[in-house]
């Protein structure tokens, strides 16, 4: 069993940046898949990063490549989403997801078995 509580949403400027942290609490983090996710107003839930047990392999969705980096200290339980250059877009609630079904199952919602509670961030034009 796993417990995720994310922090560090908020409101911001288009072209600002902001850091998410996921921290996580029970057993065994560094063998879990670790993911973001988002869902903004009236959409379904979509896939932002991902990043392996040891933090090797990393991956992006497409409108996020270039300008948010994910990361985690597995010495901490503690997983990061680093947000550069936002967009009005980007404005969703974001969640933090663990997984232990490997690595090729990355982005789909469906793999993951736990989640946090979601944090607010919100762009302004």
């Known amino acids: 069993q796993v417990q995720l509580v994310e922090s560090g949403g908020g409101l911001v400027q288009a072209g600002g940046s902001l850091r998410l942290s996921c921290a996580a609490s029970?057993?065994?983090?560094?063998?879990?898949?670790m993911g973001w996710f988002r869902q903004p107003p009236g959409k379904e839930r979509e896939f932002v990063a991902a990043?392996?047990?040891?933090?090797?392999?990393?991956s992006y969705a497409d409108s996020v490549k270039g300008r948010f980096t994910i990361s985690r200290d597995n010495a901490k339980n503690t997983v990061y989403l680093q947000m550069n250059s936002l967009k009005p877009e980007d404005t969703a609630v974001y969640y933090c997801?663990?997984?232990?079904?490997?690595?090729?199952?990355?982005?789909?919602?469906?793999?993951?078995?736990?989640w946090g509670q979601g944090t607010q961030v919100t762009v302004s034009s």
């Open positions: 997801a663990a997984q232990n079904e490997g690595w090729g199952t990355e982005m789909a919602v469906r793999r993951y078995d736990y």
């Open positions: 029970g057993r065994s983090f560094s063998s879990y898949v």
């Open positions: 990043i392996s047990w040891g933090g090797g392999r990393t």
